[in-house]
């Protein structure tokens, strides 16, 4: 990945150059066992990640306090040696975003120091089974018993579901239908009635996105996070401002992964005649694509990442950011596999890997009609309520 660009500081720059480091001596010699392993998540990955899952929390609560953009720059480089290393981190980046959103002070007090620790990894729970991510006909439900919470229900595609060790599970309170009926909890991964489903993927082995079945689960009325009736604002806001960035980041660490593999593939390792496949103009041309590709997907993640940390409101631009590095990362792959041949096929070959890697980044967060249909929204009601703005609102209060 180029080192220059108008949206980094020297500070990124070192933190790029500290990731890219780790990520080469101790992440990259796991991915074959990572593989061979499939679809179950590397806990001995936690401490090699574990300093920068605060890099979003306050200093006030231990965290490192660097921005959206900092973060892009670390899940973006982590990603260039494993994608699923890269989802690991950005999904409980992305689940301790409640608490840091919307927990009191006392869950703050109590889960932000240790997540910035590495101590505690938290996971996001919203998406169900029946229903997808239509938040409003959500089965998962929860009563109120004498100062507890008593929760049944099931969630499905939860990033690090086995990994977690606290959940932030959006559940209805209310009545079916109603945005007000949402509320969001803080479940405690070793509470009883509490179990992990297994749901194998076919990419990002390493990386987990398995369902939650929740039965009877007990937690006390102050591991509401926000206000009760306040869960669907919980799981847009997190959403739209961490979760689109965050995949998009995901998604250019594995396009960068992509040009890395076949760049060295045409020009060094596959001989033709008396010199190199990257000889052919034609193959000279895919391979000009998916650096163009790769530099507007660059732009589109750091500009959209640079505005969240100047507090700009920039939803249209957080949509963009997935929208534009799903499409092209998927269509950089399809230029791999081609320049490739049989051996994309390979098991064991880079270019096999990513082509399923780049696949699952498509319907987290929404696939790319969703991301259309938000912009649409924005352009045709640009004063419509912005998450960004609310995220940079909360920052300002805090």
Same mark, same amino acid.
Request: aromatic share 6%; hydrophobic share 40%; glycine share 10%.
């Given at each position: 990945?180029?080192?220059?660009?108008?949206?980094?500081?020297?500070?990124?720059?070192?933190?790029?150059?500290?990731?890219?480091?780790?990520?080469?001596?101790?992440?990259?010699?796991?991915?074959?066992?990572?593989?061979?392993?499939?679809?179950?998540?590397?806990?001995?990955?936690?401490?090699?990640?574990?300093?920068?899952?605060?890099?979003?929390?306050?200093?006030?609560?231990?965290?490192?306090?660097?921005?959206?953009?900092?973060?892009?720059?670390?899940?973006?480089?982590?990603?260039?040696?494993?994608?699923?290393?890269?989802?690991?981190?950005?999904?409980?980046?992305?689940?301790?975003?409640?608490?840091?959103?919307?927990?009191?002070?006392?869950?703050?007090?109590?889960?932000?120091?240790?997540?910035?620790?590495?101590?505690?990894?938290?996971?996001?729970?919203?998406?169900?089974?029946?229903?997808?991510?239509?938040?409003?006909?959500?089965?998962?439900?929860?009563?109120?018993?004498?100062?507890?919470?008593?929760?049944?229900?099931?969630?499905?595609?939860?990033?690090?579901?086995?990994?977690?060790?606290?959940?932030?599970?959006?559940?209805?309170?209310?009545?079916?239908?109603?945005?007000?009926?949402?509320?969001?909890?803080?479940?405690?991964?070793?509470?009883?009635?509490?179990?992990?489903?297994?749901?194998?993927?076919?990419?990002?082995?390493?990386?987990?996105?398995?369902?939650?079945?929740?039965?009877?689960?007990?937690?006390?009325?102050?591991?509401?996070?926000?206000?009760?009736?306040?869960?669907?604002?919980?799981?847009?806001?997190?959403?739209?401002?961490?979760?689109?960035?965050?995949?998009?980041?995901?998604?250019?660490?594995?396009?960068?992964?992509?040009?890395?593999?076949?760049?060295?593939?045409?020009?060094?390792?596959?001989?033709?005649?008396?010199?190199?496949?990257?000889?052919?103009?034609?193959?000279?041309?895919?391979?000009?694509?998916?650096?163009?590709?790769?530099?507007?997907?660059?732009?589109?993640?750091? $500009?959209?990442?640079?505005?969240?940390?100047? #507090?700009? !409101? =920039?939803? %249209?631009? /957080?949509?963009?950011?997935? +929208?534009? &590095?799903?499409?092209?990362?998927?269509?950089?792959?399809?230029?791999?596999?081609?320049? $490739?041949?049989?051996?994309?096929?390979?098991? #064991?070959? !880079? =270019?096999? %890997?990513? /082509?399923?890697?780049?696949? +699952?980044? &498509?319907?987290?967060?929404?696939?790319?009609?969703?991301?259309?249909?938000?912009?649409?929204?924005?352009?045709?009601?640009?004063?419509?309520?912005?998450?960004?703005?609310?995220?940079?609102?909360?920052?300002?209060?805090?």
């Amino acid at each position: 990945m180029p080192t220059t660009s108008p949206y980094l500081t020297d500070e990124h720059e070192r933190l790029r150059e500290q990731v890219k480091s780790i990520a080469d001596a101790e992440i990259a010699p796991r991915v074959a066992g990572m593989e061979s392993r499939g679809p179950h998540t590397d806990r001995e990955l936690r401490p090699i990640m574990g300093e920068w899952l605060g890099l979003l929390i306050g200093s006030e609560w231990g965290g490192r306090d660097e921005g959206h953009l900092a973060k892009t720059v670390a899940v973006t480089e982590v990603s260039r040696v494993s994608g699923a290393a890269g989802a690991i981190l950005q999904a409980s980046i992305l689940g301790a975003a409640p608490i840091i959103e919307y927990g009191s002070d006392e869950l703050r007090r109590t889960w932000l120091p240790a997540i910035a620790a590495s101590e505690v990894w938290p996971s996001i729970a919203v998406t169900e089974p029946r229903h997808g991510s239509h938040l409003l006909d959500m089965d998962s439900t929860a009563r109120f018993d004498n100062g507890e919470l008593v929760i049944d229900g099931a969630k499905e595609f939860i990033g690090n579901a086995d990994l977690a060790d606290i959940h932030c599970v959006v559940v209805r309170t209310g009545e079916r239908g109603n945005a007000r009926g949402l509320t969001a909890v803080l479940v405690e991964a070793e509470r009883d009635g509490v179990e992990v489903v297994h749901r194998p993927s076919s990419g990002l082995h390493g990386f987990s996105v398995d369902g939650l079945r929740l039965d009877g689960v007990r937690v006390p009325e102050s591991n509401i996070i926000g206000e009760v009736g306040g869960g669907h604002n919980v799981a847009l806001l997190s959403s739209v401002v961490y979760g689109r960035l965050n995949l998009a980041a995901v998604a250019l660490g594995i396009h960068q992964q992509a040009l890395d593999v076949t760049t060295r593939w045409v020009s060094v390792e596959r001989e033709r005649y008396n010199g190199y496949l990257s000889d052919v103009k034609m193959v000279r041309r895919r391979l000009s694509e998916m650096a163009f590709r790769l530099m507007q997907a660059e732009l589109a993640a750091y $500009h959209a990442a640079y505005l969240l940390d100047q #507090g700009q !409101p =920039c939803d %249209r631009w /957080l949509y963009n950011a997935k +929208l534009v &590095n799903n499409r092209h990362g998927v269509a950089s792959a399809e230029d791999a596999k081609q320049l $490739h041949g049989g051996h994309a096929t390979r098991v #064991g070959n !880079p =270019c096999e %890997r990513i /082509l399923r890697d780049i696949q +699952l980044i &498509n319907a987290p967060a929404g696939p790319d009609d969703i991301q259309l249909k938000y912009i649409a929204d924005d352009v045709l009601e640009p004063a419509r309520h912005q998450w960004s703005a609310e995220h940079a609102s909360r920052r300002r209060a805090a």
